[in-house]
Structure formats: C-alpha cells, structure tokens
C-alpha cells in the first residue's frame, strides 16, 4: 500500500471503520450514539460515509484479506480463503507471483492473454487451454478467477444494460453498459459499494459508503462486459469510472484497475478512452494526473460555492478555486490532454445565463471540453431535469465563447441506468442538506 493510504481507525456507535488519513482533516469528535459512519470531515460540515453498519461492513479492512510479495506490493486474495485473486495482479506482479510457484515468464504471459485477450476472457481453469497441466493444477490449488457473481441483467428501451453483481460479501454492485450507433460501446463501471461524497442530486449518494472496491473486483466489471455483451454491441471500446462511488476516494485500486485495462497486451483500452471522474477532490486528482495516462473528467456542476457547497459537500473542503486553480496549473505540464467537466443541469438551480456566462470564465486557461448532462430522477429527489431547450440555449452560450461542449442525454434511465441512477439505499441514508434560502421556493414547488 502507498504511504497516502496510511490509516486511522475512528469509533462511532460501537462500529469501527478505517479510513485514509487524508481525509480526516480537521476531524471532530463524533457521538456515540451517532448512527453514521463519518469519512470526511470539515469546520463546517460532517459527511455520511455509510448507513448503519451491515454485517460485513469492515470486510475490505480486513488485512488478512491481502498478501504481500516479496517485494512489499499488496496482492488481493479471495475473502473465501487464501486464493490470490488473479484480476487483482498488474502483468509484473503476475510474473513475479507465477515465478515464485516456479514456473518461467512465459506461462504469466499464456495465462495473461488468456484472462484478458484473445476473445477469452477466462473465468476458469477449463478455458485456459494450451498452458501446462502442472501450471494448470498449481492455478487450480491457489489461485481464484472470479471476483464478481453475476446477479441479473437489465435491459433499457434504448438498448442500455445495467448489470448487478453480487460480490464476495454478498453486497451489490452494478454495471452499465452503453451501445452507441457511432460504433462506440461503453461500460461504466463501479468503484465503492455506494459513495461518501453525499452529492445532492445522486441516488448513489444516498446509500452511504460500504466499503471500497478491489482492483479485481473493478477490472472484472469491464471483462464481464466483453464476455457477456462483445457478440450484442461489437467491441467494448470506452472505459468510464462513473458508476457507483467515488472512484478518487479509492485512488490505489482505481490507478491499478486502469493500468491493467490499458495493458497492451490485455484488455488493450487506450488510455485517452479509459475516464475516470471525480466530484474534486484536490490532492487525489493531482496525484492521479501525475501517475496514471487515463482521461480525467470533473463534476462540476454549479458556479458558485454557495451553490456547489449545497449540491456537492466536497466543495467545502476543497473550494472551486482550488479545484480549478489546480487543473489550470497541473494541466500546463501536460502535453495535448484535455480534463472533461461534466454539469448535470439542474432546473432553475445552475443553468441560468448567469451560469452559463461564469462558467465560461471559471474554465478558462484549462484545456477542457465540457458536457451538459440531463439530470435523471429518483425517488426522493426534489430536483427537477433542465428542459431540453434551455440546455440547448445554454449549450450555445458556452459554444459562442469558444468553449468545446456537447450535450449528453439520458441513457437507460426507464432502468435506473442512467448517470446518478445507480445503487439501492437503505433505510437509513445520507441526510439531505439544508437548502439555500434563494432556492427554496424553486426546491419547493418541485417537491
């Protein structure tokens, strides 16, 4: 594990969780008898990091779940028992895992090719044909393919699957994936059982966070989606990290999942099509932009701290001139990359003229292209969907600036598919915030 991930372990109604460091900034101390789970902190405001605690809460900080190498690198072994979790394994430390059963080079890269090219996509021994039987058998005995349980598949009118999984924990995950007349196929993919971040307009939000996901159990999802929909969309060409969580906030498994995708002799994604996104936090995103060639995109979504403090609680900690400050000066090192900010346009909350014309100048100096999203309704939501006119007139006075923009439309939605559709929250969820005066009459008489 990097050293940012460093942990510290917090209390709160008998329930532990372990948390990075860098996160508990400023921490507070927290009731007792609270019944949340707290993973940020500010001044000002606390932050739902999950519900009450289901029984396997703590399951990813279980250190009997991880091995490590003789060279100190983490490697992720089954929750059932000791198997390595093969999907969890970047190509040199599969190498070095296979050598050290004794076996040469080459049967890592056989092995390789066989769980992520050649239209294979192995999830069991049977499949691995043309390796070494005695390779084979030491596979069987320690190692385990599969990190992910297909659960379900649903199918949207506009040809979108959402797929759920069951993870080894029995907690749920899901999985879109996009078809695209363009040739383009997408699969969106999960990166925490739920979200700390408590964005407003986000049914995922609402759930809270239950635990991280694993690089196997992330890199799974976009090998599930080529094994299961390859033959129905053509290649699987677009990685996005849009799912459920916030894919920054598990910063370690998400660099390590996108490298395995990019590895050209694997999944083989190019790293301009792999996006991961982030609702901003400021020292993850600066590291990502060091380490990883993925395309970065940025949830945006409002002009003003005030309204961005409401709708996206991270805005608190880290202010939008931080956040863009940073991009503007991290991106001038960078040579031909452009950062995507997506804005979901909430009616008469952030798609006003005087929106239109900030965002403008709050983008400038970044090389960015931006997209306005429709926002897609769930239950429990007082935000009402920007008609589709008004976007277009926004779009235009973004497009008239100068600014590349494009207008992203609702996908799968009648399957809650769509952008901030996903997970099921429980009884008890992240608490709605309190809703700035100038709004409350348009929160209102959308209720």
Same mark, same amino acid.
């Given at each position: ?24 900034? +400023? ?15 500010? /001044? ?30 983490? %490697? ?29 080079? *080459? ?10 090219? +050649? ?12 390796? +070494? @039987?005695? !390779? ?8 385990? !393919? ?12 506009? *040809? ?9 924990? *029995? ?7 996009? /078809? ?11 990166? =925490? ?30 090998? !599930?989606? $080529? $094994? ?11 990685? %996005? ?40 936090? %400021? ?32 805005? $608190? ?18 040579? +031909? ?19 239109? @014309? ?5 983008? @400038? ?18 935000? =009402? /969907? ?18 590349? %923009? ?5 996908? *799968? ?17 992240? /608490? ?16």
């Amino acid at each position: 594990m990097r050293n940012w991930m460093s942990t510290a372990v917090g209390a709160v109604a008998n329930y532990t969780v372990v948390l990075p460091i860098p996160l508990l900034s +400023n921490r507070k101390t927290i009731p007792r008898t609270s019944p949340y789970l707290i993973s940020i902190l500010t /001044p000002t405001r606390r932050f739902l990091s999950a519900s009450s605690r289901p029984s396997s809460f703590t399951a990813h900080h279980n250190f009997s779940d991880y091995g490590y190498g003789e060279d100190g690198h983490c %490697v992720t072994t089954s929750r059932k028992g000791s198997k390595v979790l093969l999907k969890g394994m970047t190509y040199p430390e599969l190498q070095k895992w296979v050598q050290s059963h004794g076996y040469r080079p *080459g049967q890592a890269m056989m092995l390789w090719k066989r769980m992520y090219g +050649n239209n294979i996509w192995a999830h069991h021994i049977d499949e691995l044909e043309g390796l +070494n @039987k005695d !390779f084979k058998k030491m596979l069987s005995e320690n190692a385990e !393919f599969k990190a992910l349980a297909l659960k379900e598949i649903h199918t949207a009118s506009d *040809g979108t699957r959402k797929i759920l999984f069951t993870l080894d924990d *029995g907690l749920i995950i899901e999985t879109v994936v996009i /078809p695209c007349d363009r040739g383009r196929t997408t699969v969106c993919v999960s990166s =925490q059982v739920g979200c700390a971040m408590n964005c407003q307009f986000c049914y995922t939000g609402r759930m809270g966070l239950k635990r991280h996901l694993t690089a196997a159990e992330i890199v799974e999802q976009a090998v !599930f989606a $080529r $094994r299961l929909l390859t033959s129905d969309f053509g290649s699987i060409t677009n990685v %996005v990290f849009m799912g459920m969580g916030e894919p920054l906030h598990n910063i370690d498994n998400v660099i390590k999942a996108a490298d395995i995708m990019v590895d050209e002799q694997g999944l083989h994604f190019s790293p301009r099509k792999v996006t991961v996104s982030t609702s901003g936090l %400021v020292p993850q995103l600066r590291r990502f932009l060091h380490e990883s060639n993925c395309a970065l995109a940025v949830s945006l979504n409002a002009t003003t701290d005030e309204v961005r403090n409401w709708i996206m609680p991270i805005n $608190r900690k880290y202010k939008l001139d931080v956040l863009l400050e940073t991009l503007r000066e991290e991106l001038s090192f960078k040579h +031909n990359y452009k950062v995507l900010f997506e804005y979901v346009m909430l009616e008469g909350i952030n798609d006003s003229n005087e929106d239109a @014309k900030r965002l403008i100048e709050l983008v @400038k100096g970044i090389p960015c292209k931006i997209n306005l999203i429709s926002f897609n309704q769930h239950s429990g939501s007082f935000f =009402q /969907p920007t008609k589709e006119e008004r976007m277009i007139e926004f779009r235009n006075t973004l497009a008239g600036a100068g600014c590349t %923009v494009f207008l992203r439309l609702s996908r *799968g939605d009648d399957q809650m598919a769509a952008c901030g559709q996903l997970g099921k929250p429980g009884t008890i969820q992240a /608490p709605l915030l309190r809703v700035p005066e100038q709004f409350q009459m348009t929160v209102g008489s959308s209720a």
